[in-house]
Each structure stands twice: as C-alpha cells, then as structure tokens.
C-alpha cells in the first residue's frame, strides 16, 4: 500500500487488489469509516468492479452477506435502511449530465443517509467538497481479477482516509490481513469494534479514535477534562493489564497502536449476564459480579498504572468538580427538553445539596472504579472459576473513587429492569460480604453513600442519554429513560436523600411525564 498527500485538505493511498477477498477488505474499511450524512463515489474503468464493491460494502454494513443487492444501473437509485444509518445506492452512468440529479430525487434523500454513487464525472459541479472517492481500476496485464483502487479523501473526510491507511496497516502488521471480519454492535462513543477471525484464531479489533477536548464549560476547562474522561487508547491498556495482573478477566492486549489508538485484543466471547427479550437479570451471573466487586474492593490498589516502557498512566480522582458536572447533566439537556426552566439561582442550590450529599462518597477509602460496570460490558465465562467467570470490557473512564459506584451501575442498569427486591438482595450480599472482610465497615454509611451515588448516576444519565437525542440525533436512548427515572424515584426515597428529593419534586416535576 502507498500513501501519497496531495493537495491541502486532500489524502490518498493506493492499493492492489489481486482478488475478491481483497476487494471486500478494502470495502470493510471504507464501511468503518462512514459516519451519517457522508458522500462515497465509486469511479474508474468500465467493468472495473464498482457495483460489486458496494454490494461487499452494503452487506457488510447490513451484517448479512445474503441480503440481496442489485445493481442500480436501470432503477438509478436503490435505498437501504441499515441499522446504523440510511443508505442511498446510485448509479448515474445512464444521466447526460447533473441537471438530471432533481428528477432522480438527490434533493429529497433520507435525512442522516450515506450516498454511495457509480458515474459520479456526470454529477460534476454538484459533488460536495468533503467526499470519499475510490477509483477502481483494471490490470489486464496482471490477471483477470486483478484490480487498482485509489482512495482519496477530500475536504474534512481527508483525516478519515489517514486513519484508513493507518488501520490497514496495523492490521497489516497484526498477521491478521486475511482475517475475516464481522461488525460488532458499538456503544454511544466513538469507539468501534469487529471479531476478526483467522483459521481457529479469534480476536476484537477496537478502533478508538483520540477524543476531541470540545469547548470550555467550566473554569477554562472542556466537559471530558472535568468529568475525567479518556481522551485516549492508554487509560484501556492500562486498566486492562492492571486488572489482568489481579487475576480479573480483562481482555488480553495482542498489539497495540498507541498513538492512533488502534488494538486487537483478547476475544471474550458474546455470552451475556442477562437473558430473554426483553433482557433480564440472570441471578447467579449478577451474584458473580458482585463477588468480583468484593474480590476487588478488599485490594490495595495503585493509582499509577504502566503502559508501555517509559509510558505511565495516573489515574484520576473522582472528585466532587466531575460528581458535580455530571449531575449537572440533568439541567443542561435533561429539563431543556422538557421546555422546564431553570433560573441559576436553582442549580446553585442544586450543587449545594449535591456537594454535602456526595462529601462522605469522597472521604471514603478509594478504589478502582470501572464507571460502566454494568449488562452490556459484562461477558459470562463460564470456562473460566471464580471472579475470572466475570468478563469485563469498558473501563477506559476508570478512576479512583467509592467501591459504592460500580455497584450501583451494577444493580441500576440503564438499560435492564432490574426489580428493586433484587437490587435489595444482591446490596445484601455485598454489605454481608464487606462484613465478613473489614471489621470496620459500616453498613448503613455505605447505604447511604450508595443511595447518594446511584441518584447522581441516575441524574447523570438521563442528560446524557436527552444529549444524544437532542445533539447526536440518536433517539433510540430514549426508551430506557421510564426506566432510569424509575432508578431515580427508587433512591429518592432513602431518607437521608430527603432535602434533595424536595428539591427535585419542586423544581423537575416534569421528570414525571418520562
């Protein structure tokens, strides 16, 4: 592969195609580079192998190789709808020139839609400057099969194809070209994730592009610098060598990229810790995880983690600034969207009573706090005994703060209903525990700072998941908001919550109507 720059704002590299496997690899990096609203043209020789490119590329993103995909070249214009956004399928090799592009409807596509267009010379005029161009063309000098392709990024989608490069070579140097890859369903991040597959060789490539820093919110600061999250790779290797040395069930890292945050890591499988549809707790695996908090919870744990020679990661403090952004969360998205104003002398009473509500979760012993200990980042291993059955994925945001929080994320799960005789069952199964372990631990002190934190978890997500409705115009987090204001209600009502249950009656009544 060459990887040539050319003129500002625009990147390409080359590559050669010897085969069908080859074309679908290069179409398996340009689906993971997609985002909604995007624009891919398919350019070069005549019977080059444009529509059998996209037809790799559709199903793909479709995660079904036999999803049917005809070519558009008498229908124009093909739409699917794709579980991660609308795709448009366009061939304009029979239109005489752009004037024709209204009449096929290019102003009336699907709002978000990713438009993939064969022939785009006869749009010329009308190409928007940031787009994605593969030119695909023939080598009959080689063989039959054989192909060229040229990707150039223009305008902002130029990074983009950087990145693609730089993928392609680290899998490259994994041993893991000739894998076959499937798409893992993602999260709310950034992140990404597909199985590779090579012979009786498994493992997950996990692509995390470095975190913007956003604009200042608070003190010159930006939200993720507050709130203490990840900006990058090294915090995931960090914690997941560190958990691993404990003897915890964090995935093993096979090779890494630091630098464009780029790792294949150890497979853990897809068996989950809940069942049914909808999903439910399944007790025995919730019960292990729980004792996998108690194995943890008991170690003297270092705030300074290695990652690579020379390379070292300190982890950060849950202190009241990020407790406090993140409740805050509730306000900035949460009520706007209930059209509920809030005047600031309010939210200052409001971080008044979260500030001495959450001073007790700050004075007490810290430890390693995951932060999204819960369903969908918790695998069963059932091969593996003890707290090593419990596989565990996302904790990138990691920090030093109250063993109460992970458990709260635990038995308030955003997006499983966990029945409150349970959540009470499995509390008592932790406070027996810690009991049993530390002669000096206080059960009802570490109630009430568990009923404290899982309010400001519960705050906390319902603005972010009214954020990614409202600003990343995903509204599929919406259902599990009925749930999380149930989790809400439920820790309002403890009574050393009281003062702070007022003021949300008074002031968020709407809350009622999720």
Sequence with gaps: MAMLLTTAGTSS????????????????????????????????????????????????????????????????????????????????????????????????????????????????????????????????????????????????????????AAVRQFISESGYSEALRA?????????????????????????????????????????????????????????????????????????ADLNHGLLIIEDLGDEAVVSGEPPAPMRERYEAAVDMLLALHELRLPDVLPVAPHVEHRIPYYDISAFLIEAELLLDWFVPRLHAPMPDTERDSFRALWRELLQPAIDAPPTWVLRDFHSPNLLWLPRRSETARLGLLDFQDAVMGPPAYDLASLLQD????????????????????????????????????????????????LGIFARLDLRDRKPQYLRHMPRVWGYLHRSLGHPALEALNAWYIAHVPALNAV
């Design 183 to 255: 798409r893992l369903k993602g999260d709310a991040s950034t992140r990404s994730y597909e199985r590779l597959a090579l012979g009786d060789k498994h493992a997950i490539l996990m692509t995390s592009p470095r975190r913007s820093d956003g604009p200042p919110v608070r003190d010159g600061k930006p939200y993720n610098d507050i709130a203490h999250l990840a900006d990058n790779v090294k915090p995931f290797v960090a914690m997941a060598n560190g958990l691993r040395q404990y003897g915890f069930s964090a995935p093993e890292i096979y090779h």
């Design 13 to 164: 590299f080359s590559v050669a195609l010897p085969d069908e496997h080859a074309t679908q690899r290069l179409a398996i990096d340009i689906a993971n580079s997609l985002e909604p609203g995007d624009l891919v043209t398919l350019s070069g020789d005549l019977g080059a192998g444009k529509t059998a490119f996209a037809r790799a590329l559709i199903r793909y993103l479709a995660g079904d190789v036999s999803i049917e995909v005809p070519s558009p070249t008498f229908t124009l214009m093909q739409t699917y709808d794709l579980p991660q956004f609308p795709l448009v399928h366009a061939d304009l090799f029979r239109l005489s020139g752009s004037g024709e592009l209204a009449e096929l409807g290019f102003d009336d596509l699907p709002e978000g839609a990713v438009v993939l267009v064969e022939w785009p010379d006869r749009a010329a005029g009308f190409l928007p400057a940031d787009r994605i161009d593969v030119a695909l063309t023939l080598a009959p000098k080689l063989k039959v099969e054989f192909r060229h392709a040229r990707v150039t990024g223009y305008g902002a989608l130029g990074a983009r194809v950087d990145r693609m």
């Design 414 to 461: 955003a997006r499983v209903d966990v029945p409150e005789q349970m959540e009470l069952a499995l509390l008592g199964r932790y406070v027996r525990g810690r009991r049993q372990r530390d002669a000096d631990f206080d059960p009802a002190s570490f109630i009430k700072i568990y009923v404290s934190l899982a309010a400001q978890r519960a705050s906390k997500i």
